[in-house]
């Protein structure tokens, strides 16, 4: 059965940090190409960061460049997004994906809350 499994949301103050876990299950971890995912409420989701499956390549959406970082622990199964100097609106469900560039399987998180607010 294949899951993967967001933690690491919360309330945080503007400018604060937060960092994202995703946890993979039920599937080769180590070869799909990794990603995070946003959506607000009456907004559509948008890609926000993603790495390759050796972390050979990562690139980021404009709106976080310089203040996330998304990186990958092959032996845990573990795919991270370091966030800092938060603003209100990073306000979002965040959702990790796995993307497997040969086969076009996809599969994805439940998503965790981020919410920040002073």
């Known amino acids: 059965q294949v899951q993967l499994v967001e933690s690491g949301g919360g309330l945080v103050q503007p400018g604060g940090s937060l960092r994202l876990s995703c946890v993979g299950s039920?599937?080769?971890?180590?070869?799909?190409?990794m990603s995070w995912h946003r959506q607000a409420p009456g907004k559509e989701r948008e890609l926000v960061a993603q790495?390759?499956?050796?972390?050979?390549?990562?690139n980021y959406a404009d709106s976080v460049k310089g203040r996330f970082t998304i990186s990958r622990d092959n032996a845990k199964n573990t795919v991270y997004l370091e966030m800092k100097s938060l603003k209100p609106e990073d306000t979002a469900v965040y959702s990790c994906?796995?993307?497997?560039?040969?086969?076009?399987?996809?599969?994805w998180g439940q998503g965790t809350q981020v919410t920040v607010s002073s």
């Open positions: 039920g599937f080769t971890f180590s070869i799909y190409t």
């Open positions: 790495i390759t499956s050796a972390s050979s390549s990562s």
């Open positions: 994906s796995a993307r497997n560039a040969f086969s076009g399987t996809n599969y």
